[in-house]
């Protein structure tokens, strides 16, 4: 049995590391640049570990050099989204990649994303919002340029501030001027952390970042009161356990934190993180959850609903959504 069909909601999706691997080789094949190191022999992505995994998502990333490549490049990775059953989805988007993180150049690139999105919206009908996230490992002075750029064009499309990148560089606190100048102008907060870090570092992105959602967090499960907080205080965990799983941040399916965290109170959500990086779809995750922990439909209900109520849209959209759900 498959999941492809049933309707989905993911919050976690890195934009370029949704990009199908063939879609930047054609890219790099276009402007002639040369990063047949990043694939192997079958055209996959190819590294060895997380810290070479951002070397070679930034390495893919300098096929993407304008606003054209990027309405392309929302329209390719919507239709593997549409294609695996998601109906709404958000996407982080970083201004490092679009342009260099001047807010002019930023705009440009925003414009045609949200084309693309409304194109999508329109054809596959699936709706898309947009996180703009700094990388942490390009420190806090460049993480303020990202909040800079997201303050600027909050609106309808761009919802949330987030960070991703090399969550073992600094501490979250280094963070908190951008988070709090992108909360200042109306952004939702989510943020990386518990992926690589441990409970010390959800416990201190919860009091110093505040966030709404965080990015992983599962190894929030080693602190039991520290888990405790996070389901009192209702924080929603975007949980990505093919990403988990391939990237040896878990042993396997089986160990996976995804249901005791649930068990235990916390509102968990799923997502595929970077898909094709992963070898993973929101299928897959979904196939892989009902084989693992034998959830049904009622549970994918469940986290549906959760990640519609966690969702960085409007009343309108979540209302349109939940209909879509349900009708399904
Ligand atoms: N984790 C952290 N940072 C990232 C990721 C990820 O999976 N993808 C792109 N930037
Ligand atoms: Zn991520």
């Given at each position: 049995m498959s999941y492809k069909?049933f ?77 695996n059953g ?156 093919g ?10 399916w ?16 799923v ?9 993973t779809t929101m299928t897959k995750e979904f196939d892989m959850l009902h084989r693992t922990?034998?959830w049904?439909?009622?549970?994918f ?28």
């Open positions: 069909s309707p989905k909601v993911e919050l976690h999706l890195h934009l370029e590391g949704g990009a199908p691997p063939a879609f930047i080789a054609g890219l790099a094949r276009e402007k002639h640049i040369d990063i047949a190191k990043i694939f192997d022999e079958r055209g996959n992505y190819i590294y060895r570990d997380f810290d070479h995994f951002l070397k070679v998502y930034e390495a893919a990333c300098t096929t993407l050099q304008g606003p054209e490549d990027f309405r392309r490049l929302v329209l390719a990775v919507l239709e593997e989204s549409a294609e998601v109906v709404y989805s958000e996407t982080f988007l970083s201004p490092e990649f679009c342009g260099g993180g001047d807010v002019a150049a930023w705009s440009d690139y925003l414009a045609a994303i949200t084309d693309a999105a409304d194109e999508a919206q329109r054809k596959m009908d699936i709706t898309l919002k947009g996180i703009i996230t700094c990388i942490r490992h390009f420190g806090p002075e460049q993480a303020k340029t990202a909040a800079r750029c997201a303050a600027e064009t909050k609106g309808d499309f761009i919802t949330g501030f987030g960070m991703a990148g090399a969550e073992l560089v600094g501490r979250p606190g280094d963070y908190a001027y951008s988070f709090d100048m992108a909360r200042e102008a109306g952004l939702r907060i989510t943020c990386h952390a518990g992926e690589w870090g441990g409970p010390e570092m959800v416990a201190d992105t919860i009091r110093d970042i505040r966030p709404e959602r965080i990015g992983h967090g599962i190894n929030a499960y080693k602190d039991l009161a520290l888990v405790d907080r996070i389901a009192e205080q209702g924080i929603v965990l975007e949980v990505c356990p990403s988990n799983v391939f990237l040896n941040a878990v042993k396997s089986k160990d996976h934190p995804i249901s005791p965290l649930m068990e235990r109170g916390v509102k968990v959500t997502s595929t993180d970077d898909p094709p990086f992963f070898r922990f034998d049904d439909d009622g549970v209900r469940t986290l549906n609903k959760t990640a519609l109520d966690a969702a960085f849209c409007d009343a309108a959209t979540k209302k349109r959504i939940a209909e879509l759900l349900e009708a399904a």
